[in-house]
């Protein structure tokens, strides 16, 4: 009588031994593959310049839509209302060149953001001897990785420290870029926000202009276009502001947006305890430096991560 582990296949020994090798070869060879195949990296294109683009078609139409939301305000408001109203004197300067500031400064970043590098982990990475117990290893690109690093389906590479994939920006926000994020739904807050109170009191305070060509295709569909800019207004507001709260929160928590959403939590030993200000977890995130120069938004990183959480090197 067989024992309940052994089940007669009407095969010899060294058949089954034959199929069992099969399949093991077989399932290593895919994982080989696929691997091979992430190591292509047919979702990143690279440019020059340090430029890189995820290749999403989704990712396309989401990220298209806040461009969109975003040129739409920066040109409409100003044309229609800021500019005008300079003209014939009822603004000053300063509310004019602050719109166009913000507008510009949330393009600029929208743009960085869209094209940097979250912190996308090499291929040929190898842990010290120090790190090795603390690193993880990815079965799909087959590489060796530091704790909170995870692997996104969309880009198919690792990224350091992933808060997560954002449509809206169409790439991963990691270690290297969240800075960059943050101060882009900061900035963009600030622009929907700016958008919105002017375009309220377009309808409500502001006189009508005088100086404008009334049969001008802009001035026939004024009024269409105003709500327009409320509409996407809203939009750009509800995504900007949530996210700017929920980035700081997980600034301040210490966890990314991964871990809340497998409820994994997981530490490092160098990385900042509890006792930890959250001055000090921000300025893990956006740099050294007075506070001030987090908020401007033409920096340059100006240190890297270089894979130990706590240890940037000044460039
Ligand atoms: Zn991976
Ligand atoms: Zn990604």
Redesign the pocket.
């Known amino acids: 009588m067989p024992s309940d582990s052994e089940v007669d296949l009407g095969m010899s020994f060294e058949q089954q031994f034959d199929i069992v090798n099969f399949l093991r070869e077989s399932t290593n060879k895919e994982i080989e593959n696929e691997a091979a195949y992430?190591r292509t990296s047919p979702n990143i294109i690279f440019l020059p310049g340090g430029f890189q683009f995820v290749r999403h078609v989704r990712g396309y139409f989401s990220m298209g839509s806040v461009v969109l939301a975003w040129a739409y305000n920066s040109y409409i408001i100003p044309k229609l209302v800021l500019f005008p109203l300079w003209n014939d004197g009822y603004l000053s300067w300063f509310p004019v060149f602050a719109f166009c500031f913000l507008a510009f400064a949330t393009g600029s970043l929208l743009f960085r953001s869209i094209s940097s590098d979250p912190g996308r982990?090499p291929f040929d990475t190898r842990p010290t001897s120090a790190d090795k117990m603390n690193w993880t290893h990815?079965?799909?690109?087959l590489?060796q990785?530091p704790l909170k690093?995870h692997?996104?389906s969309k880009c198919?590479?690792?990224v350091r420290k992933m808060d997560h994939h954002c449509p809206w920006v169409n790439n991963c926000i990691g270690e290297d870029n969240q800075w960059l994020f943050l101060l882009l739904v900061f900035y963009g807050s600030l622009l929907s926000l700016f958008g919105l109170t002017v375009d309220i009191l377009y309808f409500y305070v502001f006189p009508k202009c005088l100086s404008c060509p009334r049969d001008s295709f802009f001035f026939v569909h004024q009024q269409f276009l105003m709500y327009g800019v409320f509409i996407s207004g809203c939009g750009l507001l509800f995504v900007c502001s949530t996210q700017t709260i929920t980035q700081s929160a997980n600034i301040i928590l210490d966890k990314t947006t991964v871990e809340s959403l497998i409820f994994a939590r997981k530490r490092l030993p160098d990385r900042p305890t509890d006792d930890s200000t959250s001055y000090q977890k921000f300025r893990i995130v956006c740099g050294p430096g007075p506070v001030w120069r987090w908020f401007n938004p033409f920096r340059r990183k100006r240190w890297k991560a270089n894979f130990v959480y706590q240890q940037h090197q000044e460039v």
């Open positions: 992430f982990i990815c079965q799909r690109c590489i990785r690093s692997h996104c198919q590479r690792c």
